[in-house]
């Protein structure tokens, strides 16, 4: 891939199309069908919504990633029911999306007759956006909330060398009269994604996101990746949230912490092999006013403070645009994709 | 209370002293003798530990909102059991710490049964620091993770006017070989505490915590009381953390979201009127390894890389040397606490 601009003639697909396009890229480098189809449906959708970070842009990272042998592109994941509110999976060295797709019925059904279930998801990789994973809930009705741990990139708030991953945190909830209400934040300064996709471009990066390989501050993409770090977001706040996700994600699953897995022997591994922890909440449970009512006020009252967007617009209109107009990726882009799929 | 400093001749009191000492000042201003007990701990527990801000800093501001009549400081909680894993409390117009009291043995029972539940709050005051609500369930082996929201005085990141309250997050986690792991943090730039002791002492703020009465970015702690606002931590990431803590805390459990309540015809009134969510989840549902030696390996590594002090250390060290060596209160804060005691 190349750093071509997104140009006017780039070649519009629609979202099945693009669907198709890469559950083939998935399936011809060695993953099971159902693997693929909910890869791909990731991926696009992420596409789709304007999070090119976590768009086609990581196709290559997950085909180098099954070519290199780190994943198991077709682990059949396995669902254990520990108690009335605690869905445990093993995602057989797999990714995290099929777990989830395994564990959800089950996971619902324990949300809606235990008031809040959690979802324990190990030995897995998580190499996409955390908000695909929580919106779905929303649109049931439920409150969802996740996090997942990732790599070592971040240095602790205090620390001199890097220990946390970029540790996402997404949350997504119903509201009455619209989309819900989601939101995905990485609990480093920026996400790993976004480095990469400046470093591509030749763009700096704003104060204060990293440092160089001597742990010094830079504004260099490149100084990041190549031995650098990412800093927290928010300074010593981030940096507990940062923490605590490495503690529900890993600790409380059974996963890896960022720092503990060594990909040295699969040369082209991309994807962190961690764990997820995923909480569902029926707020059907809670008293007073029905929830969604709730948080259409909230957003009615952000709104009235001077709030032009919400944590998610952004990508909704981005999906109605996507949904008539097509997908435009860049022609080498696309040329590339087709390659890989064999086509 | 006036702004002399703390010298080496004030008078050491012992944790118990102080909780008597406080017990008296709350029941002699209209409380039942649980909640005097309760708040009392609690408050005495924030100044033991050096939580300042939320120590006997705080009583003339509970005294003035028993005597303005906005809180009923005898309010007994009615705890609703609602499923499996969801324990509801109406806090009656009372203070949250005896609502959590209350309803504490079935949460804790319900964690350990389903591996997760959650506890709604509402109709409740929280006036207190947030850690001490989670820390105790980590002394029980469990994990917790508490919002409370507050009132109106942040400005959502890319809004004009406030509209959240400081809204903490507070995050609890045995380990083996040591204290729990815990932190609190506002989700607000600054605590609001932080910003009274500064008014107070006549300090300025460091750069990004709030704006005055026209919006404008201030550095004055007195501009952001009198008229101003407070900013979200961390930008964006902050405010959607903020604007999670109104759903959880309010939204969720049906009460006020902190734009709601008025107390203006309470002169005094100091105390939010909104709502509290605990989630608390049992690790010993967790696949691998005991969730407290795998967290008391994070703790390892954080220090391999640098960290000199975790999150919560400094209240532990507070804690041990308050033990050691009494609380020293400033003389007239504690001429004060004897008067609303009627010692």
Known sequence: MTATPVSSNTEPLDFDSLVLL??????????????????????????????????????????STLKSGWVNGQAVPVVEDVASGFVRVDAANGFAQPALAAARPLLVEKARSAGIAVLAIRNSHHFAALWPDVEPFAYDGLVALSVVNSMTCVVPHGADRP????????????????????????????????????????????????????????????????????????????????????????????????????????????????????????????????FAERSQELVRQMHGVGLKRLPGDRRHHQRAKSAAEGIRLEPEVLANLRELAGF
């Open 163 to 290: 220990l946390f991953g970029t540790n996402p945190i997404a949350f997504a909830a119903p509201r009455a009269d619209g989309e819900p209400i989601v939101f995905d934040l990485a609990t480093s300064a920026i996400a790993h994604g976004d480095v990469q996709i400046a470093a591509r471009k030749g763009e700096r990066l704003s104060p204060g996101m990293g440092v160089d390989s001597l742990g010094q501050p830079t504004q260099d993409p490149k100084a990041i990746l190549e031995g650098g770090a990412l800093l927290p977001f928010g300074g010593h706040k981030g940096s507990a949230l940062s923490m605590m996700v490495e503690l529900l994600a890993a600790a409380l699953t059974g996963g890896n912490f960022s720092f503990e897995f060594d990909w040295s022997n699969h040369p082209g591994a991309k994807t962190p092999w961690t764990g997820q922890l995923l909480i569902v909440i029926d707020p059907s449970k809670a008293a007073g006013q029905s």
């Open 22 to 63: 890469l559950e083939q890229v998935f399936l011809r480098h060695g993953t099971s069908a159902d693997v693929a189809r909910t890869l791909a449906l990731n991926c696009a959708g992420a596409e789709r919504d304007g999070a090119h970070s976590h768009g086609v842009f990581r196709i290559p990272g997950y085909v």
